[in-house]
């Protein structure tokens, strides 16, 4: 489902400028700095676990968060890896991972859903900053599958949010098999994301077939700070 929200005068100018912004930087040249060499994907992911090793241990290492980390990514950008996760303000990505400045590429939105503009962001964080790895990484106690599964009548612009879930064929599926079950609705949420990613032509479907790029569903417990992997 594409976004269908009108948004502000000024929120559009402020888009066509990152737009212009972006543009520019794919039709440039490689920035003549060098840039950290990139993880093959198997090796980012067990970067990303092991620092949610570190997490849920409570021996984080805070890794890359001094004025000097500042002072390294100034110029540029090289992220290892885009995670596209909820808004929730229970699930910080550099946090729960244990990431510095510049590690992650991070995508939030209500029930991390995905359309134009967010795709359009991975390519970019896949295509010219080297990111080897896309996680979808859903939560459970999800607000937004909890109000798709409520029903009613949503206000405002989240019932947009209600009707792209409703959209979603994994959604209706468990509807169809478990009913009105909310941990099995995250799950088939997360993975709607990741076949939107797979699926994505022609840059990150090329990068997957050439095994430069993994898209992997991760599930995090906001009862326990754990994070898995759902395939």
Same mark, same amino acid.
């Given at each position: 489902m594409k976004n269908t929200v009108s948004i502000p005068r000024i929120f559009r100018a402020g888009a066509v400028g990152l737009a212009l912004v972006l543009l520019a930087s794919c039709n440039e040249k490689a920035p003549s700095h060098p840039a950290q060499a990139a993880l093959e994907p198997s090796a980012a992911l067990?970067?990303? /676990?092991?620092?949610?090793?570190?997490?849920?241990?409570?021996?984080?290492?805070?890794?890359?968060?001094?004025?000097?980390?500042? /002072?390294e990514t100034e110029g540029a950008q090289h992220p290892f890896a885009v995670v596209v996760t909820c808004s929730d303000s229970r699930v910080p990505p550099e946090i729960v991972f244990d990431e510095g400045i510049g590690d992650l590429f991070v995508i939030r939105t209500a029930g991390n859903l995905l359309g134009d503009l967010e795709l359009g962001s991975i390519e970019y964080a896949v295509e010219h900053l080297g990111a080897s790895l896309v996680v979808v990484l859903g939560h459970t106690e999800c607000g937004a599958v909890k109000a798709f599964l409520e029903g009613g009548e949503a206000c405002g612009h989240i019932k947009n949010i209600v009707e792209a879930l409703a959209d979603e064929a994994e959604e209706q599926q468990v509807l169809r098999q478990k009913g009105k079950d909310l941990p099995a609705c995250i799950e088939g949420n997360i993975l709607h994301g990741v076949a939107q990613i797979r699926q994505d032509e022609p840059v990150l479907s090329e990068k997957i077939?050439?095994?430069?790029?993994?898209?992997?569903?991760?599930l995090y417990d906001v009862h326990t700070g754990k994070v898995v992997v759902l395939e």
């Open positions: 067990a970067k990303l /676990l092991a620092g949610n090793e570190r997490f849920l241990n409570e021996t984080p290492a805070h890794p890359r968060q001094t004025h000097q980390r500042i /002072l077939r050439a095994g430069k790029l993994a898209v992997v569903p991760m």
